[in-house]
C-alpha cells in the first residue's frame, strides 16, 4: 500500500542552525501539507502546497519557514534559525484533491525535531 | 478562528466494551471531518464525512455526521486492547485554502 515517507525520523540541531525535513508524497497526489504537534498539544497546520505553489499557510508559517519540491518526488520543510519552541513532531500529509474536491490526507510517520 | 472540540479527553473501558468518541466544530467553509487513529506517530486515517446522516462503517468502528448540531461521533464496538490509541478528530475547511483543524484528541485506555 503506497504511504507517506519522511526523513530524518529525528533531527537534533542547536538553535540559530537551519535544518530541511524531507517527505516523499504518495506518488498520484497532488495536495501536499505539513503540520506540527509540539508534544502533549494538538496537531496544527502550517502550510498547504498544490501547482508549485503556497495555497494557504497558517500564522506559525512565518518568514522562517519555507516549503519546495524541488523534484518530482520530495516535498521539503526548511526551517531558518531555528528556535527552542520549534521543537516538535513535523507531519507531511499528501492528498489526491483537486480544488473543490477534498479526499482524505494521508500523514507520514513524521519527523520528531528536537532543538538544543 | 476555527475550533474542534474532542470529549471525553480520556476514556479506561474494558475489552468488549462500547465506547462512543464526541467531536463538536465551528469552522467558516466546513468541507469535511475526518477521524484518525494515532498510536505511536502518524495519525492513521479512518473516515471521511461530508454529509450528515450516512454512517460511514468499518468493522467495528462507525461515525457518523450531524451539520445542523456541528457533531460528530465515533463508535467502537467490542473494544480490543489493540484499540488502544489517541483517536483524533480533524476538520476539513476552506476551498484553495484547503487545511485541517484538529481536536485535542481523546485517548482511548482498552484493559484486558
Known amino acids: 500500500e503506497p504511504e507517506v515517507t519522511q526523513t530524518p525520523s529525528h533531527q537534533v540541531t542547536q538553535m540559530g542552525q537551519e535544518v530541511i525535513l524531507r517527505c516523499v508524497p504518495i506518488?498520484?497526489?497532488?495536495?501536499f501539507y505539513w503540520y506540527r504537534q509540539i508534544l502533549g498539544q494538538k496537531v496544527e497546520f502550517l502550510v498547504s502546497?498544490?501547482?508549485?505553489?503556497?495555497?494557504?499557510k497558517s500564522e506559525i508559517f512565518d518568514d522562517q519557514f519555507s516549503v519546495e519540491r524541488p523534484d518530482g518526488s520530495n516535498f521539503t520543510l526548511k526551517i531558518r534559525s531555528t528556535k527552542l519552541e520549534d521543537s516538535a513532531m513535523y507531519f507531511c500529509?499528501?492528498?489526491?484533491?483537486?480544488?473543490?474536491?477534498?479526499?482524505?490526507?494521508?500523514f507520514g510517520p513524521g519527523t520528531r525535531l528536537t532543538v538544543t | 478562528e476555527d475550533k474542534v472540540v474532542q470529549s471525553p479527553l480520556s476514556l479506561v473501558v474494558h475489552e468488549g466494551d462500547t465506547v462512543t468518541l464526541n467531536c463538536s466544530y465551528e469552522?467558516?467553509?466546513?468541507?469535511?471531518l475526518l477521524w484518525y487513529k494515532q498510536e505511536k506517530k502518524a495519525p492513521t486515517f479512518l473516515f471521511m464525512l461530508t454529509s450528515s446522516g450516512i454512517e460511514k462503517k468499518s468493522g467495528r468502528l462507525s461515525s457518523i455526521l450531524d451539520k445542523k448540531e456541528l457533531f460528530s461521533i465515533l463508535n467502537i464496538t467490542a473494544t480490543q486492547t489493540g484499540d488502544s490509541a489517541i483517536y483524533l478528530c480533524a476538520v476539513g475547511s476552506g476551498g484553495s485554502n484547503y487545511k485541517l483543524t484538529f481536536g485535542k484528541g481523546t485517548l482511548l485506555t482498552v484493559n484486558p
Open positions: 469552522v467558516t467553509n466546513f468541507r469535511s
Open positions: 502546497f498544490y501547482n508549485n505553489e503556497i495555497s494557504e
Open positions: 506518488s498520484n497526489h497532488l495536495y
Open positions: 500529509a499528501s492528498s489526491e484533491a483537486g480544488t473543490g474536491d477534498h479526499y482524505e490526507q494521508y
